[in-house]
């Protein structure tokens, strides 16, 4: 195996959401996971987000099951689970015990509410996790319900991002003291991280996050999409004035719009005469003129064209991989470049070539 993680090995406990893709993310960059199934599986197969593992299906409450992840585990890097608190130590599983077999394991526990705290043992989505960070409340339109933006920002963005990360850093951790370590990475932690900038901004009064003034979540005339004459629609992110002149300019709209343009007061009338002006033309009229300048432009574009834009394209951002197109390994690395590879053989025979730590 290639990549900058080659010689990593994991062991994965199967669930859904974030483990599975953080998973992912390790074995695309070249880490040999294995991933533990209970028979009948998961309920939500992926074959894109369960890429580049091998698989052992097996009861881990029967005999053989219990010895088979003992052994995994004495023999592993890292492990990934994503069990409700107290799952994994009723099982016989608990970094208490693993831990002790192997100190060199670091043991990954992905949750939503984190392993402590009152709501710990409660059930949750993504959308009750991103909803008392303050994240959710942001989004959406003034005077309706706040709005989901899919489970990009609780499940991958404050879940499995945050957990690659903290199993990197024990990873550089452990090679000078030699020992693993737990990581709780809960969702409500991880989103509270990325909503740092905000809250920075707050006290001095450099943003709202009320959704009639929030200049980043679509209040504003110049960071919005707008409909365009085929029922298409547009991006404009044009925050800065230079950017905002560009826009203006080559979309050949009023100048007097250029006027005050942080004035909240007058981001509504300034937003419906832009509505006005970007409906007269196609999506593709729009990209004619605007795609590649500086106004900060962008068509959107539904999951199943992303591949065949043109910059995705150029870049190579998607691959087509056991017979599917699917995202390409990233971020991208100059010597050891991850790749996205099938599903492997039989995760025994893995298990069973890793030397015992």
Known sequence: MSGPLAGLRVLEFAGIGPGPHC?????????????IDRPGGNGWPNPVVDRGRSTVTIDIRSEEGRAFCYEAADKADVLIEGFRPGVMERLGFGPDILCERNPRLVYGRMTGWGQSGPLAQAAGHDINYIAVTGALAAMGTAGQPAMPPLNLVGDFGGGSM??????????????SSGRGQIIDAAIVDGVTSLMTMFAGLLPDGRISMARDSNLLAGASPFYRCYRCADGGEIAV????PQFYRELIALSGAPSDLLDQQNDESGWAGRSDRLADL??????????????GSDACFAPVIELSS?????HLAARETYVEADGLVQAASAPRFSRTPG???AAQPDGRE????????
């Open 306 to 310: 992303a591949p065949s834009h043109p």
């Open 339 to 341: 790749t996205v590879r």
């Open 278 to 291: 970007f409906a007269t033309r196609t999506v593709a009229e729009w990209c004619a003129m605007l795609e």
């Open 350 to 357: 893995a298990i069973a070539r890793w030397p015992t730590q």
């Open 162 to 175: 945050f957990l690659a990360f903290g199993i990197m850093a024990a990873l550089w951790e452990r090679q």
């Open 23 to 35: 998973g992912m993310l390790l074995a695309d960059l070249g880490a040999e996971v294995v991933r």
């Open 237 to 240: 992110g044009a925050l800065e």
